[in-house]
């Protein structure tokens, strides 16, 4: 038996409509974690809610990016 070869499970002509969808939500996400900081009190801040926005920016700007090399073909 021959083995199967590994493919993604992401079609390949996806990879540039990803990258940018991502990174733009990913950029949006960033600028609203940037005007909660920048407008809102030391009083009123909320640790979790800094947490789970720069989180969930991080995945979308990490995603993204894997997403943007492999659409201008450096498979990582």
Same mark, same amino acid.
């Given at each position: 038996? +021959?083995?199967?070869p590994i493919?993604?499970? /992401?079609?390949? #002509?996806?990879?540039?409509? @990803?990258?940018? *969808?991502?990174? #733009?939500?990913? %950029?949006?996400?960033? +600028? =609203? *974690? *940037?005007?909660?900081?920048?407008?809102?009190? !030391?009083?009123? !801040?909320? %640790? $979790?809610?800094?947490?789970?926005?720069? +989180?969930? #920016? =991080?995945? *979308? @700007? $990490?995603? $993204? =990016?894997?997403? @943007?090399? %492999? +659409?201008?073909? /450096?498979?990582?």
């Amino acid at each position: 038996m +021959a083995p199967k070869p590994i493919t993604s499970p /992401v079609p390949d #002509a996806w990879y540039p409509t @990803l990258s940018v *969808f991502m990174l #733009a939500i990913g %950029l949006f996400v960033t +600028a =609203s *974690f *940037f005007i909660y900081e920048a407008t809102s009190s !030391r009083q009123n !801040r909320s %640790l $979790g809610k800094e947490l789970i926005t720069g +989180a969930v #920016a =991080s995945v *979308f @700007l $990490g995603f $993204g =990016s894997l997403f @943007l090399l %492999l +659409a201008s073909g /450096v498979y990582v």
